[in-house]
Every structure is written in C-alpha cells, then in structure tokens.
C-alpha cells in the first residue's frame, strides 16, 4: 500500500486561481483567512492527516468497528487516539463560527481540510463529517439555549452528532417514518422508535453522541409536513453541562457492509428517550435538508477523496510493475511506459482535478451566499450552490467509483488481491453514490426542484457565465484551439438539453425525470471542462513552465478525450419515458 502524500500544490493552485479565492478571504469576517495563512494551514493539516490519520486506514477496513456484549461498540486500533489528537488540534472546529469557540474560517477552506481527511481515512473521517452537519442544523434552528448547550462541545469534536432519519419502512421516503414524539410535560419530548443506517451512531471515541432524530408528534399531519427533528442527547446531561445518566437509546446491532468497516453503520433503538424540540414543530424535513445539503457537497468530496488515494497507488504501482519492454525499449518496463497504462492514468488525473475544482467552486459560491455584503451576489450564489450541490454529489461519487475502479484496474491481477490496498479503495467508495440521497434521487432534484428556478434563467445564465471562456481560448493560441471547439460544442447541446427540458417538463415531468440522470452526468462533465480550462489559461499567464504544461495537458485531453461523452447523453436526456415503461417485470426478466 502506497503512503498517501496530500495534493496541496493543487489545492492552492485551485484557491488562488481557479475558483476565486481571493473574494472570500475579502469578505467581512474572513480577514484573518488570507490565502498565505490558508496555505499555512492546509499545510500543517495534511501533516497531521499523513502522521495521525491516514495510517489507521488498513487496520480500520480489517478489524472494523465491533459490538460489545454491553451493547457498546469498539472501534479500530489507532481510531480513539488518533481522534483524541483530531480534537486536541481542532481542526473539526475551523469552518464554524468563533462566538462557539471555531475557528471562524470560510467553508472553502472546511472543505479543503475535508479532502485531506477523507483521504486519509474516508471511514475516520465519517464521523466529524455528520458532527459537523449535526452542526450546521443547530446554528440555523437550534435555540441560543441549544446553541450554547451543544455547539461548543460538538464544534471541538469533545461531542460527536448524527443524523436519525432511516427506518426500516422509510428510506427515500422519508414521509413514512413512524417514530414518535410524546409530550412531556416538561418542555421536553418521549422519543420512540428504531432507526437503521445511522453512522457513528455508537462508538468509543467521543464522552457524548448528539443524536438528531425526526419523530411525528400526536396530530401530525401525513407525510415529510409532519415530521419534526429532536435533540436526543445519548447521555443527560448534568447540571453543569457534562454527561450523566445514559438516556433511552439503545444499539440494537451493527450492519455488515460492503465497505467503510471502520464506520460503525447502527441500528438504534430509542425507547421513550429524552428529547428536544428543534425550532417549531413539523420544521423537520427543513431542518434536515440543512444537514443533508451540507453533506452532500462532502459525500460529492469522499469520491474525489478516495478517488485521490486510489490513484496515488496506482501511480506508484505502474512505477514499480516490470512487464515486457516498451516500444523502443532494451529491457522490461515499468508499466507505466505503456500508452494504455497512461491512459488510464491520466483518465483519473484529470477527472480527480475537474472534481477538485468543481467541490472547491461550489464551497466558495457556499461562502459567498452567507456572507457577502452585496444582495444580489449573495443570491446569485445561493442558486448556484442549489444548481451544483446535486450535481456535485453525483458526480464527485460517480467518478469516485470509476476511478478507484481504473485505480485498481492498473494493478492487474494484484488489484484484486487486498494487500494492495486497491480493492478497499473500491469497496469503500461504493457507497457514495447511494447515501445521503441516491444519485437518481439528486438528479430528479435537479430538473424537479432547481431547474425551475426563476423559469429556468438561473441555470441559462450559469450558461452563459460558462461561455464567457471561449474568447478567452481563442486568445490562448493554437493549443487551445480544441478545447476552444469542443467546449463550444457542449455549452451549446447543454442549452439545447436544458431547454428541451424546461418544456418539456411543463407538460410531462416523468419525461423529465427518465432523462435526469443522463442530464445530470452532462452538468457534471461540462462544469469540469469548464472549470479545467479557466485552469489552463490562467496557467499560462503565470511563470511556472511546469505547471502551465501541466493544465494545458489536462484540460486538452479532459476536453478531447472525456467531455464528448456529455454530447453522446442528449439522447438519452431527451428520450422520455416511454421505452422504461413499456416492458412488465415479467418481460424485463425475459424467461
């Protein structure tokens, strides 16, 4: 298994010139977040990710995270000290606000910090992941009570949070939960019910887990208006803020899975727990798209995380692999010397380097929209954050799984042996695309919910801000040239596809749903040929030889080689419905 080395040239190419940067740290209340400091840090943090992180990896996917007789759960070797250092640097605390002892840095930089992490150990890094979603709800709904009881202690990492919404009957419909909220009197609420996959919903690493829990209070109306969210603390809490006697949650079992072994996946049952209202009641559903919104964007990351650790070892391996001589060479070769070994490398590359900038644009559009002083930018921002967030997600996973498959794939036959370490990166990547809502479930968000946006202008003036790079290619020279042409090309099918949609839509949604998936996979390839090219050409102003061929390299061949394929969706996007449902499953199954 290759030692993970963090991307940082990268990552501060990408701030300083790529995805503007440079306005954030300009911002009211970001003046202590300048790139030079930000630099600084990510540097400090990609250090203690490599020394204190990254090596619980293997141990966390062998030994797992494993139940006690006493319904407690253990986690890896390494896991509970390398938690306690997480909390002691604070780096969980960096994105959220001062007032609650963060660190007051814009969630751009969290993200970056995020990528590092996760890399290191997607499986770690779950759980300040949902503690930092947990987060996020109780500074937009919580009570200053609230926010003063829980935010702080979560916001270190002393407290870790989840997120309670799956029940067995209720997964994408989440209207179909049953759990119950019982007054009692007091202020507070009886919680009862079962809740399966919920993350880090028991383990060892943390003095208190903060438990978000949607729950039906009595005369609830049917469905997502009815559901309420509660704070359903593991311990009560003392009269001095510290934990006490253990409330009414119970680990009912941990679920085998696939991947992600280290993260204990939970089934939990609450009987008559201790709970607190959050906001109002039935705001549930809102309050929960809170923390789901803010995940999305960082399950988006794991892909390109994981994605990141993969390639790095297959990197390594092509390196180190002599099989047979190359053309022109006198004795075995590296693998790497072979055309289709460098392809599938450069295929990662540069799908790892248009996700980075994608997640990174998003983040910084993120910080825009809850802290920029001009209105009208502020909501521009804000209906970017909603046009990328799914396609982010989507994306960012769906690619996560293909390059940790062409990741392994460079290892050869080894790759399917787990001692490399290629097939764990597989295995654990899978399930980005399913959590936090499907990627189908985020494409049928995209053309259901965002794309109406202002009768669709938001989407057609992201367009056209994408266009705005074509001159700037002509100017560029004659390397430019093809990407100049193919991006033409898809900024002009994507419009046509977005507009087939809007009317489509008006008069048949379901058309549009059988075709969001393919649409949204075209979002999702233009923004990162997009984004790859504003790369390159700023490459080229700047005196760096090395880094300017490096850009030019990966935006030619992302825009030659890859983005095509968004073109070769249109048919796919614009089909309709009804060739999905014309066969019954008995026809499906074909005997």
């Known amino acids: 298994m290759s030692e993970y080395r963090p991307p940082l040239s990268d990552l501060g190419f990408v701030l300083e010139h790529v995805v503007g940067y440079q306005e954030v740290a300009a911002l009211p ?12 840090l990510l540097e400090e943090c990609a250090d203690f990710m490599v020394e204190t992180v990254a090596p619980t990896n293997r ?37 959220f606000p001062e007032e609650y002892d963060g660190g007051g ?19 770690f890094a779950l759980c300040p992941l949902l503690t930092q979603g947990a987060i996020d709800a109780l500074l937009h709904y919580g009570s200053d009570e609230q926010k003063n009881t829980y935010l702080p202690n979560m916001i270190s990492g002393k407290w870790t949070g989840t997120m309670n919404l799956t029940e067995p009957q209720a997964g994408s419909d989440v209207g179909a939960l ?17 809740k399966i996959f919920i993350t880090y919903g028991e383990h060892d690493m943390a003095e208190q887990i903060v438990h978000l829990v949607l729950a039906r209070t009595p005369g609830a109306p049917a469905g997502t208006r009815g559901i309420s969210c509660f704070i359903v ?22 679920e085998h899975k696939l991947g992600i072994h280290a993260s204990p996946t939970c089934v ?3 009987d008559n727990a201790t709970g607190y209202l959050i906001g109002e009641e039935n705001l549930g559903m ?29 990197l390594a391996y092509a390196q180190e692999r002599k099989q047979g001589r190359a053309i022109g060479a006198t004795e075995d070769s590296p693998i790497i010397d072979f055309p289709d070994v460098r392809r599938l490398l450069l295929t990662q590359k540069a799908y790892l380097a248009a996700m980075r900038r994608m997640m990174l644009f998003n983040a910084v559009q993120i910080d825009h929209s809850t802290h920029d002083t001009d209105d009208a930018r502020r909501t521009r921002a804000s209906e970017i954050v909603g046009l990328l967030t799914p396609i982010c997600k989507a994306f960012g996973t769906d690619m996560g799984v293909e390059v940790s498959s062409l990741a392994l794939q460079c290892f050869g036959g080894m790759g399917f042996i787990e001692e490399t370490g290629a097939a764990q990166h597989y295995r654990d990547v899978r399930i980005t695309p399913i959590y936090e809502g499907t990627n189908g479930i985020q494409a049928a968000d995209l ?11 938001s989407f057609l003036e992201f367009i056209d801000q994408m266009r705005e790079i074509l001159p700037q290619l002509d100017a560029a020279g004659d390397g430019f040239a093809s990407m100049r042409a193919e991006l033409g090309t898809q900024f002009d099918i994507l419009q046509k596809t977005t507009e087939w949609m809007l009317r489509t839509g008006q008069k048949d949604p379901n058309a549009i749903l059988s075709g969001s998936s393919p649409y949204q996979r075209m979002w999702g390839l233009i923004v990162g040929g997009w984004l790859l090219a504003k790369s390159a050409v700023v490459a080229a102003t700047l005196d760096d030889a090395s880094q300017a061929e490096q850009q030019l390299v990966l935006a030619r061949f992302f825009a030659e080689q890859l983005l095509p394929q968004a073109g070769g969706l249109f048919g796919a996007a614009t089909a309709g419905s009804d060739d999905l449902f014309a066969l019954d499953a008995k026809q499906l199954l074909g005997v």
Do not use: C
Request: aromatic share 8%; glycine share 16%.
């Open 286 to 314: 809102r309050i929960m798209f809170v923390m789901m919104n803010s995940a999305r964007l960082s399950v988006g990351l794991q892909g390109l995380s994981i994605g990141e650790r993969a390639y790095q070892g297959a």
């Open 29 to 40: 209340g970001y003046e202590h977040a300048d790139l030079d400091t930000v630099k600084g």
């Open 233 to 254: 603390p593991k311990y009560h809490l003392k009269e001095d803020g510290t934990p006490g006697e253990k409330n009414g949650v119970n680990l009912l079992s941990l």
């Open 178 to 194: 049953v759990t119950k909220a019982v007054p009692n009197g007091d202020g507070s609420f009886a919680i009862s019910g079962q």
């Open 268 to 270: 939990l049952e609450y």
């Open 105 to 123: 840095f814009p969630w751009s930089v969290g993200l970056a910090i995020q990528e590092i992490m996760g890399t290191s150990n997607m499986a």
């Open 447 to 457: 053309v259901g919910r965002k794309l109406g946006v202002r009768s669709g202008a």
């Open 59 to 95: 141990a966390g996917d062998v030994e797992g995270s494993v139940r006690q007789p006493d319904g407690s759960v253990v986690t890896p070797t390494g896991f509970k000290e390398a938690y306690a250092k997480y909390v002691d640097a604070g780096w969980g605390s960096v994105p």
